[in-house]
């Protein structure tokens, strides 16, 4: 069963970096042709932190522009958001929405289980 999981979060100090990956658990070859980072802090909604389609065009919520870059790796089976100059405004659950394609199935969407990502000042 295809499922996407999320890694790299965890505990930073306001200035730091870290580097969140999502990848797919599955037996058969896949690639990711497009997604995004979502957030969720504490009592807000969820929101989309960073997206890009298929011809690799990135798009950014204000509040990151300059600090997070979304990316994927050559394979195309991960892809990952970096993360500098965090500050404690960026606390908060982290989920991968990526739109898997494999060799039979079409292309179609999968979320992540989140990770956590605590910045103290």
């Known amino acids: 069963q295809m499922q996407l999981v999320e890694s790299g979060g965890g505990p930073v100090q306001a200035g730091g970096s870290l580097r969140l990956s999502c990848t797919a658990s599955s037996a058969t070859i896949f690639r990711i042709n497009s997604g995004g980072w979502y957030r969720q802090g504490p009592g807000k909604q969820r929101e989309l932190v960073a997206s890009?389609?298929?011809?690799?065009?990135?798009t950014y919520a204000d509040s990151v522009k300059g600090r997070f870059t979304i990316s994927r790796n050559g394979a195309k089976d991960t892809m990952y958001l970096q993360m500098n100059s965090l500050n404690t405004d960026d606390t908060a659950v982290y989920y991968c929405?990526?739109?898997?394609?494999?060799?039979?199935?079409?292309?179609?969407?999968?979320w992540g289980q989140g990770t956590q990502v605590t910045v103290s000042a």
């Open positions: 929405n990526a739109e898997i394609q494999t060799a039979i199935h079409t292309p179609r969407m999968y």
């Open positions: 890009f389609v298929s011809d690799g065009a990135t």
